[in-house]
């Protein structure tokens, strides 16, 4: 299979939702996607099956049998830029987000549907995220993680993110408590260089090449 990221745009809002849906279904409800794209502060980015066709997305559908295999593909001949989405757009199996406030990008949320998790696709939204963030000129990245979520926790901690508090009864469902976690600056030549070298792992394990790039930030994603 071969996946690429590219902005969120309007079209993709009933699919994304979909996605969330069955990612966190205990947090209710689930955002309005469709304001989010309106927020000055939010941007969103999506992970394509370039190999699968999006079908018409029905209310109630549950996701369609994915096929196996795995062919990562990112690079700055294929990221996102200023084109639209084609009409037979491309199936969305994963999503990610920001805000950014002054020198601050707070990832809001990464999710990689069911059917796709294990095979690189949260890593490489979280990279995306990452080069978005640089891109919109943020100095540093926060986030909060489920207390119990060991597995996210240590991905994060790969990539350069450290605890730096905790908060109580964070998450409304089940009253857990949220890991708060940040990075020293995303522009600093020790996390760039750290960042090259986990892209380039990635890039190793799934055998294709991972290079940085993207005009993630020329435009609004409603403009897409």
């Not at 745009?9 to 699919?15: I, S, T």
């Not at 190793?204 to 897409?224: A, D, I, M, Y």
Request: charged share 25%; hydrophobic share 35%; with cysteine.
């Amino acid at each position: 299979m071969t996946y690429s990221i590219r902005p969120m745009c309007q079209e993709d809002v009933a699919r994304v939702t979909e996605v969330d849906r069955e990612a966190f279904p205990t947090q209710l409800p689930p955002p309005n996607y469709r304001q989010e794209l309106g927020n000055q502060l939010a941007r969103y980015i999506v992970a394509c099956d370039e190999t699968k066709t999006a079908p018409e997305v029905k209310p109630g559908k549950g996701l369609s049998r994915l096929a196996s295999g795995i062919k990562r593909w990112f690079n700055s001949e294929n990221s996102p830029g200023n084109e639209s989405p084609p009409t037979d757009k491309p199936y969305i199996v994963g999503f990610a987000g920001i805000w950014v406030l002054v020198d601050e990008a707070h990832i809001t949320n990464i999710a990689v549907c069911r059917q796709y998790q294990r095979r690189g696709i949260g890593e490489l939204l979280l990279i995306s995220t990452i080069d978005l963030a640089k891109e919109l000129k943020a100095s540093i990245m926060t986030l909060e993680v489920r207390a119990s979520n060991i597995t996210a926790q240590d991905l994060y901690r790969k990539y350069g993110f450290v605890q730096v508090g905790v908060r109580r009864g964070y998450y409304l469902d089940n009253r857990e408590d949220g890991v708060l976690m940040s990075t020293e600056s995303i522009t600093s030549a020790t996390f760039q260089a750290r960042l090259k070298h986990l892209r380039e792992d990635l890039a190793r394990k799934w055998g294709s090449q991972l290079k940085p790039g993207g005009n993630f930030s020329t435009v609004r994603p409603e403009e897409s």
